[in-house]
């Protein structure tokens, strides 16, 4: 049987695992194509250490912990300052609020356990868990561990429902190459990719930065691809009409689907 990927031309907007998508991409008859929209990723590692000192010196009532990478980069600098027993122990005595599985993954590998975690992996979906000024008895004190994609929206909003934030910022994200992008839009524009895969809501955001200096559409046949239900809902944000994104948020599973989803509309139209 033929691949449903066979002939198919695919864009691949990642950096991290670029090289492990192209070649399930090729052993499925697929051509990859490399358009990297991430951005380079930059650890902040005197931030991290100031972040850290400010968890173990201050009283945090909560302690909101977005990315596994973020958590990654505050133990390294809790080992730098040989305080990492003291930082375990501060987030097993503070209740904890988890956004997405890779950060639920590093809770369970250091046995700590979340209070509050968000139903969809998104932070919306978590916002509407978490608990809010009606429900305080006062301000409570919040360490929030983000990134440089909406930290400060997502700081005032929890202001705003009754939250003191520290902010702390372990890592962040260069801009792409600009060139990168605008060429991956006039792909697109041009229908010359069948789709682009998406593995990040920070991928979406750039590319769609990038379209308001440039005349760019994404038309509905093209696939826009995400790797979970957090990426495909900034696609959706930005209008795009035709979306496809796998039952579980990994790589594997992403790529066995895609292949079935083109299958199936294959013999649809070979049955017109």
């Known amino acids: ?38 951005g380079e990723q930059v650890l902040n590692k005197e931030t991290s250490i100031q972040n850290v000192k400010a968890l173990l010196m201050k009283p945090f009532d909560m302690a909101l912990l977005t ?7 505050l133990e390294e600098a809790a080992l730098h300052l040989n305080e990492h027993e003291r930082f375990i122990q501060k987030l097993a005595n503070t209740k904890l609020v988890v956004r997405g599985s890779k950060t639920v993954k590093w809770l369970k590998k250091h046995s700590l356990t979340a ?16 608990p809010t000024d009606q429900d305080l008895d006062d301000r409570k004190r919040l360490f929030l561990q983000a990134y440089n994609q909406d930290d400060v929206e997502l700081k005032v909003h929890l202001e705003a429902h009754g939250y003191t934030v520290y902010l702390s910022k372990p890592y962040q994200y260069k801009q792409p190459d600009v060139n990168t992008v605008h060429r991956l839009w006039q792909e697109i524009s041009e229908r010359s990719l069948d789709s682009v895969i998406f593995t990040s809501k920070t991928q979406v955001q750039n590319l769609f930065q990038a379209k308001q200096n440039i005349d760019a559409v994404f038309p509905e ?13 900034e696609l ?11 039952g579980k948020p990994k790589m594997g599973t992403m790529m066995v689907e895609l292949e079935r989803y083109f299958a199936r509309n294959e013999t649809k139209d070979a049955d017109k």
């Open 1 to 38: 049987m033929m691949s449903g990927l066979e002939g198919k031309k695919i864009g691949i907007a990642a950096s991290r695992k670029a090289n492990i998508i192209a070649k399930m991409i090729q052993q499925r008859g697929g051509t990859p194509y490399h358009f990297p929209t991430q």
């Open 236 to 246: 959706a944000n930005h209008h795009v009409s035709r979306i496809f994104y796998p």
């Open 221 to 233: 046949d093209v696939l826009a691809v995400a790797v979970g239900n957090v990426t495909a809902q």
């Open 67 to 73: 990315t596994g990478v973020g958590m990654e980069t």
């Open 115 to 130: 209070t509050y975690v968000s139903p969809d992996g998104t932070m919306n979906g978590l916002l509407t868990v978490l």
